[in-house]
């Protein structure tokens, strides 16, 4: 006879460059996994212990098409390459219906910043406009520059 079911306890936060993905099946509100045209481009989470709950996770961003609605979701399980398991309704936002279309994106939110501060202090933060290529040609984006108290700094482009 199984033990009794632990609750997911994201544990280790994993990154990825621009991984995108749009719902392949409509999502209601009640629902804990996506059904995706691909996951590809996603990390991989895996258990770090399965008897505390404890796991590998990244953080999802559901938004319609006019970026008028978003929803922040964790990703803890990516069981297929058309599937991922997720907690809804994260970072004070609600977890409502979407459509067949909408975006999935791995994005930088309020949450990854926090926990990104939490590892080490930050003791400057800045914002400033840096060149860089993008399609053959120079574009300029606006940067946060965290300036880290052990040594180094992490720029986030926001554009």
């Known amino acids: 006879m199984p033990g009794p079911v632990v609750p997911i306890q994201p544990t280790l936060e994993l990154f990825t460059n621009f991984a995108k993905t749009v719902l392949e099946r409509p999502l209601l ?28 996770y990244f953080r999802l961003v559901l938004t319609d098409s006019g970026e008028t609605q978003h929803e922040v979701c964790i990703c803890h399980s990516v069981p297929s390459k058309e599937e991922m398991v997720v907690l809804r309704g994260q970072e004070d936002t609600d977890a409502q219906a979407w459509p067949v279309g909408t975006k999935v994106e791995h994005r930088m939110t309020a949450g990854t910043l926090g926990t990104l501060a939490a590892l080490d202090p930050i003791v400057d933060v800045c914002i400033f406009n840096a060149q860089v290529v993008r399609d053959g040609r120079f574009v300029t984006v606006r940067c946060f520059r965290f300036t880290r108290a052990l040594g180094g700094f992490l720029d986030i482009e926001l554009d």
């Open 29 to 56: 509100a009640h629902e804990g996994i996506l059904f995706v045209v691909s996951t590809e481009e996603f990390p991989a989470p895996n258990w770090i212990d399965r008897v505390k709950g404890e796991t590998e």
